[in-house]
């Protein structure tokens, strides 16, 4: 008997010890090693609340890597531009095509929301040089989601993250819980 119970109890913790390993989101190796090389850390949620989502190239925005939320209808494209591969990059060139691209060509649905986000905040928050909020409503054609957030940071001799996240009415607060996602080391 007393060994019945020492063999559930292994068993108990490699049960567990799987399921957690289960719940981690695998990224892709380009991605880990163009993150390693710009130095920046992003907190991917761990719990089983995300999931990697499968990338579908198209015109408006071809990110690095995708997840989605289980239970809330959200979704966060991460898109990286190392300085090696674009050293021509100009951060607040690239976000603002990134955002005119994304955003729906409805007049009432045109309007783009801008915030550069102070240098008190880049420091502190993320150790960026240059970075920018912009709140739109994507093209139909792009996303099924309501609303779109791009969040994009720039690091000199670095390069630059940009993180769109997607998501509908209602979802802000979980948006807000993963804004502060990404800083460069």
């Not at 001799?157 to 998501?167: K, N």
Request: proline fraction near 4%; hydrophobic fraction near 40%.
């Amino acid at each position: 008997m007393k060994y019945f119970k020492i063999i559930l109890l292994i068993q108990f913790f490699i049960l567990s010890y799987s399921n957690f390993l289960n719940a981690q989101i695998k990224l892709p190796v380009l991605f880990i090693e163009s993150l390693e090389q710009m130095k920046l850390d992003i907190a991917i949620p761990v719990e089983r609340t995300y999931k990697n989502k499968r990338i579908k190239r198209n015109e408006f925005f071809n990110p690095d890597h995708i997840i989605r939320a289980r239970r809330h209808r959200v979704e966060i494209q991460y898109a990286i531009f190392p300085k090696d591969s674009h050293p021509h990059l100009i951060p607040h060139i690239r976000h603002s095509m990134t955002v005119t691209s994304l955003t729906s060509n409805q007049d009432q649905l045109r309007t783009i929301a801008v915030h550069k986000i102070s240098k008190e905040d880049l420091s502190n928050s993320y150790n960026a040089d240059w970075g920018s909020i912009s709140f739109f409503q994507p093209k139909r054609a792009f996303s099924k989601y309501q609303h779109g957030k791009l969040l994009s940071l720039y690091k000199e001799d670095r390069g630059m993250i940009c993180i769109l996240f997607l998501f509908d009415e209602g979802e802000e607060e979980e948006v807000d819980r993963q804004i502060m996602a990404a800083k460069f080391e």
